[in-house]
């Protein structure tokens, strides 16, 4: 896509964890086998993904409507997931 | 395991991102799949991992070792992986 002079890049940032409540099986594997070796000491592991994507829009407001749009349809899901969004302009 | 007194509670968040030249084939099928839907301005889509636990510590230098050591040993892949790790007291 050839990019046009008044549209911005932005790099987003995406912070994807599973909501409270819902039961994180692959999180609970690392936390054992972490408390199997030597580290009893780390506790309430999570784990969640995290997405870093380029966004070309107009302004950061406009960015981050797109970024969340696409979020809520197809990065995370929205049933069983939050996410945080952090935008940059590069 | 009993909480000592002299001991702190610590909220590390870990992103882990995989190494620049290493391949993402699950970032790219998500890439395609956003360019298929109403998404082509979003690309360099890159999915990591975002880890969230809890170290027990008499300082921020020590759980900050402790994380560290867990990330290399088990939580990441430092031979394809970087990880960020931000601690908080909590």
Redesign the interface.
Same mark, same amino acid.
């Given at each position: 896509?050839k990019k046009r002079n008044f549209m911005k890049m932005y790099q987003a940032s995406i912070?994807?964890?599973l909501k409270k409540g819902i039961l994180d099986v692959q999180?609970k594997a690392?936390?054992n086998? +972490?408390h199997a070796?030597e580290?009893?000491?780390?506790? #309430?592991?999570?784990?969640?993904?995290?997405?870093?994507? #380029?966004?070309?829009?107009e302004d950061k407001e406009k960015a981050n409507a797109?970024?969340t749009?696409?979020c809520n349809? +197809?990065?995370a899901n929205p049933i069983i997931e939050d996410f945080k969004i952090n935008l940059t302009e590069v």
């Open positions: 896509m912070q994807i964890t999180g690392v936390e086998a +972490l070796i580290f009893p000491m780390l506790t #309430n592991l999570r784990i969640g993904k995290h997405v870093e994507l #380029n966004v070309e829009a797109l970024v749009d696409a349809k +197809l990065v």
